[in-house]
């Protein structure tokens, strides 16, 4: 079974502060994505990486996908109020490309 | 603003009654999966259909059914409720283009309340 870990699962800091989440896992995916939720919102997609030690950038956000394709991070710059959500990573597996979902990493960034 | 609706917003049942939750897929999408999220937690794979047909399956059981019409909507049918079926029930639609890397997109999801 495909599990993906998150950590930290909560995590409250100053707006303007850094910060990295992670995910991980002992299985390879062919493709790794990353959400955000909203309350009473569905997840939204924010990237998706597919090569191994691939780094995308969107604006304040970095995302990067480990050399095995086995584990991800997003790191961000000068938190904003804006960024409090809910950050899913999502894996499609190699055998098929159902995905899989974290429990998620709840941020609050405090003004 | 995805294009995905999802019907009710909110739900109440009781346990042992059957529920059916609906789902309106963005035009030209031919493929719509399910999942259920639970509070605290990520969503959960519960089906996915392609061309209105079962196209794999997650650890649900059989009193999860689906459907999908040719009018890009599809159902999520729930029978015998149970009160650990409360949840956020996602719908994500997208078009198959035979890679993994396809766009989900997610409707705002329909909760659940079993009591």
């Known amino acids: 079974t495909q599990l993906l870990e998150q950590s930290p699962q909560f995590l409250s800091i100053q707006e303007g502060e850094n910060l990295t989440v992670y995910c991980n896992s002992s299985?390879?995916?062919?493709?790794l994505q990353w959400y955000r939720q909203e309350p009473g919102e569905g997840p939204v997609l924010l990237v998706t990486?597919?090569?191994?030690?691939e780094v995308k950038k969107l604006k304040r956000l970095t995302f990067q996908f480990g050399d095995a394709r086995k584990d991800s991070s997003l790191h961000i710059t000068a938190a904003q109020p804006g960024d409090t959500g809910l950050y899913l990573c999502?894996?499609?597996?190699?055998?098929?490309?159902?995905?899989?979902f974290g429990k998620g990493t709840r941020l609050h960034i405090l003004p | 603003e995805t294009g995905v609706t999802q019907s009710p917003t909110h739900l109440i049942k009781t346990r042992g009654q059957q529920v059916t939750l609906r789902c309106s897929s963005q035009?030209?999408?031919?493929?719509v999966s399910w999942y259920q999220q639970a509070l605290g937690q990520g969503p959960q794979f519960i089906f996915q259909?392609?061309?209105?047909?079962?196209?794999g399956r997650g650890n649900f059981p059989p009193r999860f059914s689906g459907l999908q019409f040719p009018n890009y909507s599809s159902e999520l049918n729930v029978n015998a409720l149970e009160l650990d079926d409360s949840a956020l029930y996602l719908c994500?639609?997208?078009?198959?283009?035979?890679?993994?890397?396809?766009?989900?997109?997610f409707g705002p999801g329909t909760r659940l309340t079993v009591l």
């Open positions: 994500a639609s997208s078009y198959d283009s035979g890679t993994a890397t396809d766009t989900q997109y």
């Open positions: 299985s390879v995916f062919s493709s």
């Open positions: 990486v597919v090569t191994g030690g």
């Open positions: 999502a894996g499609a597996g190699d055998r098929d490309d159902k995905i899989i």
């Open positions: 035009s030209g999408h031919n493929t």
């Open positions: 259909y392609y061309r209105e047909e079962e196209n």
